[in-house]
């Protein structure tokens, strides 16, 4: 089963309003990232939330991550055409390999 | 600055040829290393990671092999492709231990036609 689970798998908004793409690990984790990817071309990093409460912002787009570290959300502000593309959010849950496991993506498409 | 570098961009390959794709780190020694592939456009399956040289471990079950002949060079491997190797392939590398941070190839296509 996927430890990773992100929702909604996409969404269609008009421009200039806001969303929030959710992201659910089935255990504690021990870093979650979250990056952007135009499709077939490679990741952008837009953050990373470890302490448990964390929350980040970089332009329009604020992270949190909640205090039992399990669960995170990614929100755009007024959106806009350049923010489409597939969200990724990836977590850590710690060991000597640091593997970095993806959840299932969600595709944003921004309607002018 | 540390810089990844990952070759062919494209590729398409007949059903049953063999499959190299490689990748190479700069700028830094001892990295972990990691192989993705994405399908359909949508999340990434973590493939194969590396801890060292010599170093693989696999996350799935699956036609594909991976290798580390040197502390900075990834290679993903098939001996005979199948239609459904099809997809997109991201190397990765981080630093060891600690918080860190991930860095990704620009990726290759690859199409078994």
């Known amino acids: 089963s996927q430890e990773l689970e992100q929702s909604p798998q996409s969404l269609i908004v008009q421009e200039g309003k806001n969303l929030t793409i959710n992201c659910t690990s089935s255990?504690?984790?021990?870093?979650l990232y979250w990056y952007k990817q135009k499709y077939g071309e490679g990741l952008i990093f837009l953050m990373m939330?470890?302490?448990?409460?964390e929350e980040k912002s970089h332009e329009k787009i604020t992270a949190k991550l909640d205090e039992k570290k399990q669960q995170s959300s990614l929100h755009i502000t007024a959106s806009q055409p350049s923010h489409a593309g597939i969200y990724l959010c990836g977590a850590v849950y710690g060991g000597a390999t640091n593997k970095l496991i993806f959840g299932t993506g969600t595709l944003l498409a921004v309607q002018p | 600055s540390q810089t990844i570098h990952q070759w062919p961009a494209t590729l398409v390959q007949p059903v049953g040829s063999p499959l190299s794709l490689e990748c190479t780190v700069e700028?830094?020694?001892?990295?972990?290393l990691y192989w993705y592939r994405q399908a359909a456009g949508r999340g990434l399956q973590l493939l194969f990671y590396?801890?060292?040289?010599?170093?693989i471990s696999s996350e799935v079950p699956q036609n594909l092999s991976a290798s580390r002949p040197q502390d900075r060079q990834f290679i993903l491997s098939s001996k005979k492709l199948l239609l459904s190797d099809s997809g997109f392939y991201l190397c990765?590398?981080?630093?060891?231990?600690?918080?860190?941070?991930?860095?990704f190839g620009s990726g290759t296509r690859l199409t078994v036609v």
């Open positions: 939330l470890q302490k448990g409460g």
């Open positions: 255990k504690t984790l021990y870093g």
């Open positions: 590396s801890v060292g040289i010599g170093q």
């Open positions: 700028g830094t020694s001892n990295p972990n």
């Open positions: 990765a590398w981080s630093r060891t231990g600690g918080s860190v941070g991930y860095t």
